[in-house]
């Protein structure tokens, strides 16, 4: 037989070729599906008080057999009649389950997630005008509040003006204006909101500079001086704060009023809250309100000191320093420290003024006695007892009274020798009498016992030390001593 090679390759080779195939393929492929329950979604994510049909279907199965439904959570999410119905937030598991006539059984789950969505969303400040670095927070409020996420979304539709972070922190950048949306982030429920802060952002202020007076009185108001730059900033509003507003407090224009001595610093800041402030240091000026003094009349000798002490009120006057000046200066005058020199006999009038201005003063009498407080103006020898002598003597004074005094006596003999000599041994008793001031009293009450004066030719007596009242005393320089003579 003649077989046609055409006719052979067109029949015979391509039904070699499938049989050769057929035996290459696993015996699975020419098996029949045994059928199958298949739901469209393996997981549904719900909102509470919601509900949705269960999608499913039965592969290879020629007729389908009657499903059942069953939840193992229905306080969650319950289902009926293939519906599934979210009651509270929470998960739970809902159970698909079919049986042929044939006893053949079918079977599927979903994962069901029940979420409170939220409602509600609000956000503060819808508006807002800050400064270039400056920063701000979006306030945001959500209902209801058990909604089971919170969590926001910021973002800003153009970042070369305002930048916003996850925590809804919000920072100028450049001078324009942008938006900043907030949306909330249940996008599984597909229930987001939304809302929007309007930013403009403005130049804001880099230099502060504070003029102004360095002091206030007590009491009194001074205002302090500001400049700001640029010139343009929008944002000029100022915040005053006092270092120390028992010192001094500060208004919101800058005025600042003293309330007690002291020294605080006035501080002027950007309210943009960029931190760029200004500092000014102010001293509140207590000033002298009363001047007083323990002696208001004094009495010095001739040629003496005497310090004056001058009290201040309040103790806390800031400037203590006093001026002094005298009426009558060729008789006294009173240096810067307060100490009076006695200069003449006489009386003059020193004052003390305050020097802070406030014209406080207080006036003092002085009085200078004579360096030489009395004198001797007349002696006479006792007829009964011839070494006795009674002395006239004068208080020189015009305000101090003389209450003794000591006295030295010399005696010299025809030739002018002198032959003995007492030194301050002989006293007038302070208390045996007392001479006024302008006065001249006779001590013929008790006279002076001295011996060997019946027998000198020639004695000499001197003043040497005078008491006053009060235990004052003074004692008299040697050239400076009153003294009488006599011959005999």
């Not at 403009?200 to 502060?208: A, D, N």
């Not at 929008?234 to 270092?243: A, G, I």
């Not at 004068?394 to 101090?400: A, E, Q």
Request: glycine residues 6%; contains cysteine.
């Amino acid at each position: 037989m003649k077989i046609h090679s055409n006719r052979f390759t067109l029949i015979i080779l391509p039904c070699l070729i499938l049989f050769m195939l057929s035996l290459s393929l696993p015996l699975a492929a020419f098996t029949e599906d045994e059928g199958r329950l298949c739901v469209q979604e393996n997981k549904i994510i719900l909102a509470k008080g919601t509900s949705k049909k269960i999608e499913y279907s039965f592969t290879n199965v020629e007729k389908a057999p009657r499903v059942t439904f069953a939840s193992d959570q229905p306080k969650i999410a319950s289902v009926q009649s293939g519906k599934i119905y979210a009651h509270n937030a929470g998960q739970c598991t809902i159970t698909l389950s079919s049986e042929t006539p044939e006893g053949k059984v079918f079977a599927a789950s979903i994962h069901v997630v029940v979420e409170i969505p939220v409602s509600r969303l609000s956000v503060t400040p819808a508006r807002i005008s800050i400064d270039e670095g400056a920063s701000f927070v979006i306030s945001a409020k959500l209902l209801p509040a058990d909604a089971s996420n919170t969590s926001l979304l910021f973002s800003s539709d153009n970042e070369s003006v305002a930048s916003v972070q996850s925590d809804g922190t919000v920072t100028g950048i450049g001078s324009g204006e942008c938006v900043i949306t907030v949306t909330t982030n249940d996008r599984n429920l597909k229930t987001q909101k939304t809302e929007n802060v309007k930013v403009t952002v403005h130049k804001p202020v880099t230099y502060i500079s504070l003029t102004g007076p360095n002091e206030v009185d007590k009491g009194k108001k001074v205002n302090l001086s500001y400049e700001i730059t640029p010139a343009d900033a929008y944002n000029k509003k100022l915040v005053w704060t006092s270092s120390d507003p028992s010192v001094a407090t500060v208004s919101a224009s800058g005025q600042v009023q003293g309330k007690k001595a002291g020294i605080c610093t006035i501080t002027a800041s950007s309210s943009s809250g960029i931190g760029v402030s200004s500092s000014h240091t102010i001293q509140v000026i207590q000033k002298a309100e009363k001047l007083s003094a323990d002696e208001k009349n004094i009495i010095i000798t001739e040629g003496g000191f005497f310090k004056q002490h001058v009290h201040i009120y309040p103790e806390d006057t800031t400037n203590r320093a006093l001026t002094w000046s005298s009426g009558n200066p060729e008789i006294a005058y009173a240096d810067e420290n307060g100490v009076i020199s006695a200069l003449s006999p006489g009386t003059a009038k020193i004052y003390a003024k305050s020097s802070d201005g406030s014209d406080k003063s207080i006036t003092f009498t002085v009085t200078v006695e004579p360096k030489v407080p009395v004198e001797i103006t007349g002696a006479r020898k006792s007829y009964i007892r011839p070494d006795t002598i009674y002395l006239d003597i004068k208080n020189l004074l015009t305000k101090r009274v003389v209450t003794g005094f000591d006295i030295s006596v010399a005696l010299y003999n025809a030739f002018g020798d002198r032959i003995y000599a007492y030194q301050d041994v002989f006293s007038a008793p302070e208390g045996t009498f007392r001479i006024l001031p302008g006065k001249t009293e006779k001590t013929d009450e008790f006279g002076f016992d001295i011996p060997g004066l019946s027998a000198c030719s020639y004695f000499e007596i001197r003043i040497t030390r005078v008491y006053f009242e009060k235990g004052e005393e003074a004692e008299i320089p040697y050239e400076s001593h009153p003294a009488i003579s006599f011959w005999q």
